[in-house]
């Protein structure tokens, strides 16, 4: 299995006026191909942070990012919003899906961006709707379904460009807890179909969904731990 | 993209068709003021214009001046005796351009019939008054060269001035009384004249009209006139009749600062009418445009709410890949949509306000092509303009912090 992403001594600064805050102290991991890793901590750990470099969505003050064998920490703004188009899939905590916009609409616009013809996108939108089961909510608006069938509007937005990555940042965090369980299983059989996942949550529970948990604590990787 | 971006910025307006409709309304009404005013001011020109040219055919007036005495009274020597018979018959020789010279003698007069009494001009002429006046006999006939010649006593009146004194009763042949300085003149009624409304010379409707010489050598006896009317061969040579007049004059009567006639074309009204037309349509088309951009800082006022409304919208797209530039046409593109939309509108509205407001002043509706697209061309312009800053701020907002704003 090929090595999909790969960070080595990532370090990330903000400078709150003369304040210095140190969220990321130097990070190395890979995630393989297939894989499905969670990272863990707790708030102030720098999760967040770390999952923003991942997705693409920030720049680290230092250290080196690889996505797809290609090195993203010395991208600019408009190279980074094709990687972010074309190799990342995101599910929020809050499923962040436009509300004036139906879900059909919503799950093509990662396509819209990386310039699909509207034909092809329509047809592939319904499909990964489909995927996750919602096949008779295509017209609706986001604020007529529930909240864990936003979450799977979200799943299929993120697997519609067939991405290298699909980044979840506690995508249970706003469901109960039997919802979130029907989550967790989608991803699961995203998983077992061979995509790879990194989950990013708090929760133990949710974590060990994973294959491999790697916990953070003050900016750094505490340990590694594999599920068994 | 363009297109792309222009569908997103369409499907997002529409999903918020109030405020859309709110902040277009400055320019709906900015462009409508701007072409229903530049319409009333053409339309009312134009109705002013035809009226002027109405008055008479090439026509040029050519009135003594007063000389001016010492300490401010009228001069004794007024220019006034050099306005001769003779005169006339010379710059209508002398002046090739010039097709006639029609003599004319200024009477005021009471006029008397039966037991109605009214104050009136008389206007001693020839027949080419009619010609040069554009004016037409109701009924009857005017006063002709024949008349002129053997000095007969019959007079024309003006159609408000035959309503006056023989309200319905036809007047031709009637007896009229004129008291002119205690002496009293009987004419017979041989014409009236059509209705004809205002002209150079006041209101042609409340004169009378009498043969040139009865004015001159029987009611005045004096052997000047009080002024000449001069009708030049063609409209493309009323410029040239003008100056050879007025040489003519400065030559003859050895006035070199035309100190002692004046000469008033229609072509000289018209300029002075249309400039302060002109002025009118600008000053208010000015008004108008600071409506236009009054609008203009209202759409950059929504679309700054809009965007920092839209933050996390904006966040969404581009965790999902947009672009900065993406996300400056949409904004752009929604900017740009709803001051042309609003533009189109606003030429509708400006249609309709100049219609009814010509069926209100009477004038005929003029849409000026160049109005419209000056409008709709300023109003796009504006939401260009007025859009970038917005569109700006957004496309530079950083993903993560825009993903976060709650």
């Known amino acids: ?228 | 993209m363009i297109l792309q971006s222009l569908k997103i910025a369409l499907e997002s307006l529409l999903s918020n068709k109030m405020r859309s409709f709110l902040s277009m309304l400055g320019i709906v009404i900015g462009v409508g003021a701007v072409i229903a005013i530049v319409s009333v001011g053409t339309g009312s020109t134009r109705q002013v214009t035809s009226s002027i040219s109405n008055l008479g055919s090439n026509m040029i007036n050519i009135f003594p001046r007063m000389s001016r005495g010492m300490f401010g009274q009228i001069g004794g020597t007024s220019s006034q005796d050099k306005f001769s018979l003779e005169l006339g018959v010379y710059m209508e020789k002398f002046c090739p351009s010039v097709s006639q010279i029609i003599p004319t003698k200024s009477i005021s007069g009471l006029f008397i019939y039966d037991d109605v009494n009214t104050n009136a001009t008389l206007l001693g002429t020839k027949e080419g008054y009619l010609e040069v006046n554009n004016y037409e006999v109701e009924e009857g006939r005017f006063v002709n060269k024949f008349d002129d010649e053997q000095g007969n006593q019959v007079i024309v009146l003006g159609s408000d001035l035959a309503a006056d004194l023989f309200e319905d009763s036809s007047p031709i042949g009637k007896q009229l009384k004129i008291n002119y300085q205690g002496k009293i003149f009987v004419f017979e009624v041989v014409g009236v004249m059509k209705e004809k409304g205002g002209s150079l010379a006041g209101n042609l409707d409340s004169q009378a009209y009498i043969p040139l010489s009865v004015a001159m050598d029987r009611i005045t006896s004096s052997s000047n006139v009080s002024s000449y009317i001069a009708q030049a061969v063609s409209s493309d040579k009323a410029p040239a009749a003008v100056s050879e007049l007025e040489n003519f004059l400065i030559k003859t009567l050895d006035d070199e600062n035309k100190e002692k006639f004046r000469i008033m074309s229609q072509d000289e009204i018209l300029d002075t009418v249309s400039s302060v037309t002109n002025t009118m349509s600008l000053m208010l088309g000015g008004i108008a445009a600071i409506s236009l951009l009054v609008g203009g800082i209202g759409i950059m006022n929504i679309m700054l709410v809009s965007v920092t409304e839209r933050t996390r919208e904006i966040g969404i797209r581009k965790a999902l890949g947009a672009r900065n530039k993406n996300i400056l046409f949409q904004f752009l593109m929604e900017s740009l949509s709803l001051s042309s939309v609003g533009g189109i509108i606003g030429i509708g509205f400006g249609w309709i306000a100049a219609y009814f407001l010509s069926k209100y002043g009477n004038w005929p509706m003029v849409i000026s092509n160049i109005s419209v697209i000056l409008a709709f061309g300023f109003a796009l312009f504006i939401g260009i303009f007025f859009g970038l800053y917005p569109a700006m701020k957004a496309a530079r907002m950083n993903p993560v912090d825009a993903l976060r704003y709650e």
């Open chain 1, 1 to 228: 299995m090929g090595i999909v992403m790969k960070i080595e001594n990532i370090a990330k600064i903000y400078h709150l006026g003369k304040v210095k805050v140190e969220a990321l102290r130097g990070i190395s991991f890979h995630v393989k191909e297939g894989e499905f890793v969670s990272i863990m901590g707790p708030s102030g750990s720098g999760k967040s942070t770390l999952m923003h470099i991942i997705g693409c969505l920030d720049y680290p003050t230092s250290g080196k990012y690889f996505l797809s064998g290609q090195d993203v920490s010395k991208l600019n703004d408009d190279q980074l919003a094709l990687f972010r188009s074309k190799k990342i899939g995101f599910v929020f905590q809050q499923f962040n899906l436009l509300s004036r916009a139906t879900n059909l609409r919503n799950v093509e616009l990662p396509l819209v961006y990386s310039g699909v013809p509207a034909r092809e996108r329509k047809k592939l939108a319904i499909k990964s709707l489909q995927d996750v089961g919602l096949a008779d909510r295509v017209a609706h608006l986001p604020n007529e379904i529930s909240g864990g069938q936003k979450q799977r509007v979200a799943i299929a937005r993120a697997l519609i460009n067939n991405p290298s990555i699909i980044l979840a940042d506690e995508p249970t965090g706003n469901l109960d807890s039997k919802t979130g369980l029907d989550i967790l299983d989608i991803f699961q059989k995203l998983h077992t179909e061979g995509n790879t996942i990194i989950l990013v949550t708090h929760e133990p529970d949710i974590a060990r969904y994973a294959q491999r948990i790697i916990h953070l604590k003050d900016g750094l990787i505490d340990r590694e731990e594999m599920v068994v």
